[in-house]
């Protein structure tokens, strides 16, 4: 044994010998080279000011660097325990900030065997190009820092021996260099980031990737743009897999479902990537499975396999957001260390498995948004989850019912969710004694019953409370309400119940949401109903009975909604003296659909962050305060629609961040206000039924983001410029001037240019919604716009299909000359209205392309020639009026034109053939000598009967057909056709008559 130990004391002697970098242990192992290139480094860089104040807990490791201690215990420094090589640098969360490669001679990368380097959540100003010279690197982390620029290819060719790479959350930028493909050694990779896309991998660079990294294990690139990756690609990742996290990457195509049976794959997540389609395997997954995140990829479609019961490491499996359906198997029982199961927004139905019910750790089940039905066929059966782990359960939208107070909840749930169901009577007692619940949700089903405060008073840790669209629940109004109180309850859902009087027991400090609105609430709101609202954010009382608000609640609202109530007299008055300085936070006034009256006071504009102010369909009279243009720097919608006001619209907006405005349905005088070019983003403008006298506001086309323009019914006049086709005019998608008295041709540079008519809608027209409370589930969509349109002979409000609704309507004007050709390329036009002018020539062909068409209007003008027969194209077409005009030749017959009647075409006196009675001759004429009518015998009916139809039109003229019947032989569907030609004349003779509004 002595023997053996002098041998191997003379070889490690030797060792020593022979290489004059490797130093003899010592107490030092750091070698004084590297310990002056560290020293050098921590010198040339800088430090963030605010580092130790972010969520990350950075701090400043480099501060610990000191000459006099061995480099190799500096905070961040790691050596090789044999050599004294340092062969690690993690400096990560250490406040470092700015570029990565500025300098080439960094001496921190003169450190020729480093193995390993960490500079995570750094913000590095320094110089570190010399990174490239440690060729022995293995390890190199640069997380979360927040560098600039791109990564340079240097760094994978120079670097050839890494093992792990990590340059997440990091702040580079851009194309991944496609020499990361030389890294064989890598085992692991992580590129993600926390925006999309701060990297690009192009589909070349990953295809080597994939084939070249043999060795790889871990492989992260969330929110990396792989738009042009071809999903096949990753069938050539090795077998070795055991982390695929690609997460909001942009991948589209058919994920290849052989990437499932990877056999050591442990976590693959690809959620987030919309355009993703795929299947689940049937068999054969991979055994070790313990995270499965395919959410919202939108393609994932067929049965959810039976084979997930053989997963039993899986902790948690995320499907939502996909196509899956059929029901859920029941094999979930046997995924004993499942932890959170989310399989929402899907086409899933049937039953609840009963498995579900008992797994012993699950925390999250989220099974919403699908049609699943109560588990037991008999609905008086109760339903325990035994779920001791359970946190948070959601189950709403479905189609689950029964009696819900049979239902048993485990007492640890924080989260419930059951709205949206079909579950009636009463509340169960159980869920009142489950003390830790944060958030209750069961709007939207039949519930029964008053809701005590005694009740409520248990659920001590409540925060969020959902009773609404529950018709036959009710909350108590006793006396003794305002005993209890809930010092954590933010927020009350209790709209579209049985309210009658504001409820005394959600009197708490600390509530910011308050929504009783469509209810039956009547009276004020007095001094002693709004205490201990002081600290109210939201406050909804609309759709019910309200006349006075005698109390103002608190000073912190930024949303009042009180909008259809019985709300009468000033504004000022009805709003408890409105104390303006109180409301510096408001950010939403909606009033409308009241009765006030007076005028619009001017103190409304102290409303300085103001965001939507509705006071539409009252009774305000007087002129526009002259300031409501930009009074808030803030504000997106101006809403004074149908109203009493007059006077001039004030040329005073400078607000930029204007979108909408409703001033239509007045009686407001003068010209556009041509301030309005500065309000550069807006969307919607409103201007119809004044009496606004003015030519064709050329400026409009100054703004780039209108999409409606609604002029109609007022005294514009004169020629349209040939600027209204102008480029910039190019998102209008909803125009309306009739009702004027413009007077020229159509410039043909208007239909070549209005881009948003010649392309399919997209839908991209958002109504307001600033507002998003818990996940967006209260005030997304909150305000919506509406215009009205005059279509199918019927004037509709468009609310949410204004967004996509596109329309013309240039009717009752005095246009004259050709309909130009150019009107058959706006193929996405569904409504086109050109009646009531002095249109000439014949109907341009080019109409057959206009294939969403729904309603167009021609009438009335001095139109001639043949409808074109490619006008049958038009199989969207449901409303059709070519009457008073001069066209000739025969009706075309296919598709929608076989369903029109005789009103589509009367006073054309030379068209012929069906439905119209006239016949054509060989020559495709009206044959003048052909009958109106055809005889038919058997046809005569009791002239009771006959009076009967034309009773709709009047007694006089029920008499008078039923006298034509019986002493000419007509027959009764000719009866018919007189009645309404006969009507169809009198309503355009009492439309001729009626004296106009303005």
Known sequence: MGILCLVLLFMLHLSWSSSSTVPPPSSHLCLPRQRAALIQFKNSIFLNDYCGDDYYNDYPKTESWNK??????????????????????????????????ADSNNSVFRLDRLQWLDLSSNRIDGSLSSLFHLHGLQRLNLAFNNFDGAIPSELF?????????????????????????????????????????????????????????????????????MSDVAVTSFLNLTSSLQRLSLTICELRGEFPSQVFQFPNLKLIGLGGNQNLRGYLPKTNWSSGLESLDLSYCGGFRGLIPSSFGNLNRIASIYLSGNLFEGQIPDVFGNLTKLTSLRISRCNLSGPLPLTMFNLPKIITLDLSHNRLEAPFPNHDSDWLFTLPSLLDLDLSHNKLAGPIDRIQMPSSLQLIDLSSNDFHGPLPYSIFDLVNLTSLRLSSNNSSGVIESDMLSKLTSLQFLDLSNNSLLSLSTRDDDVNHSFPRLATVLFSSCRVSQFPGFFRTSNLEVLDLSNNTISGGISKWEAQGWEALKVLNLSHNSLTTLEQFPGKELEL??????????????????????????????????????????????????????????????????????????????????????????????????????????????????????????????????????????????????????????????????????????????????????????????????????????????????????????????????????????????????????????????????????????????????????????????????????????????????????????????????????????????????????????????????????????????????????????????????????GYGSGVVLGLSLGYIVFTTGRPWWFVRAVERDLQYRFTNWIRRKRPKRN
Not at 72 to 98: A, P
Not at 723 to 739: A, E, K, Q, T, Y
Not at 782 to 810: C, G, P, R
Not at 922 to 946: K, R
Request: with cysteine; hydrophobic share 35%.
């Open 560 to 949: 009042l909604d009180l909008r259809s109530n019985l709300l009468e007299g000033s504004i000022l008055s009805t709003c408890m003296n409105l104390q303006i300085p109180d409301l510096h936070q408001l950010r939403a006034l909606l009033i409308s659909e009241n009765r006030l009256t007076g005028s619009i006071p001017s103190s409304i504009c102290n409303l300085t962050v103001l965001l939507i102010l509705d006071l539409s369909e009252n009774s305000f009279s007087g002129t526009i305060p002259e300031c409501l243009g930009n009074f808030s720097y803030n504000l997106r919608l101006i809403d004074l629609q149908m109203n009493d006001l007059n006077g001039r619209i004030p040329d005073s907006f400078q607000n930029s961040e204007l979108t909408h405005l409703f001033l239509n349905d007045n009686r407001l005088e003068g010209i556009v206000p041509p301030s309005l070019t500065n309000s550069s983003k807006l969307e919607v403008l409103n201007l119809g039924n004044n009496k606004l006298t003015d030519r064709f506001p050329h400026w409009l086309a100054s703004l780039p983001s209108l999409q409606v323009l609604i002029l109609r019914h007022n005294r514009f006049h004169g020629s349209l410029p040939h600027s209204i086709g102008s480029s910039n005019f190019s998102s209008l998608r909803m125009i309306d001037l009739s009702g004027n008295e413009f007077t020229s041709t159509l410039p043909t540079e208007l239909f070549r240019n209005l881009r948003a008519m010649r392309e399919k809608p997209k839908g991209n027209h958002s109504d307001l919604s600033f507002y998003k409370y818990e996940d967006g589930k209260y005030i997304t969509e909150y305000y919506q716009t509406s215009v009205n349109v005059t279509t199918k002979k019927l004037e509709i409000e468009l609310i949410k299909t204004a967004a996509i609704f596109v329309s013309m309507d240039l009717s009752n004007n005095q246009f004259f000359g050709q309909i130009p050709e150019e009107v058959g390329q706006l193929i996405s036009l569904q409504m086109l209205n050109f009646s009531h002018n002095n249109f000439t020539s014949p109907i341009p062909s080019s109409f057959g392309n206009l294939v969403a068409l729904e309603s167009l209007d021609l009438s009335s003008n001095k139109l001639g020639g043949r409808i074109p027969s490619q006008m049958t194209k038009l199989t969207f077409l449901s409303v059709l009026n070519l009457s008073e005009n001069d066209l000739v030749g025969p009706i075309p017959h296919g598709n929608q034109f076989d369903t029109f009647g005789n009103d589509s075409y009367i006073g054309n006196l030379g068209l012929c053939g069906l439905p119209l009675s006239k016949q054509c001759n060989n020559h495709g004429e009206a044959d003048p000598l052909a009958p109106s009518v055809a005889e038919h015998e058997d046809s005569q009916v009791p002239f009771w009967q006959v009076v009967m139809m």
């Open 68 to 101: 006099s201690i061995d480099c190799c215990s500096w905070e961040g420094v790691k050596c090789d325990e044999l050599t004294g090589h340092v062969i690690g640098i993690d400096l990560s969360h250490s406040c470092l900030t700015g570029s990565l490669f």
């Open 157 to 225: 060719t120079q670097l050839v021996r890494l093992t792990h790479l990590n340059l997440s959350f990091s702040g580079f930028s851009g194309q991944i260099p496609n020499q990361i493909s030389l890294l064989s050694s890598l085992v692991s990779l992580d590129l993600s980031s926390f925006s999309f896309p701060n990297f690009t991998f192009d589909g070349r660079g990953f295809d080597m990737l994939a084939t070249n990294l043999t060795k790889l294990r871990y492989l992260v690139l969330d929110r990396v743009d």
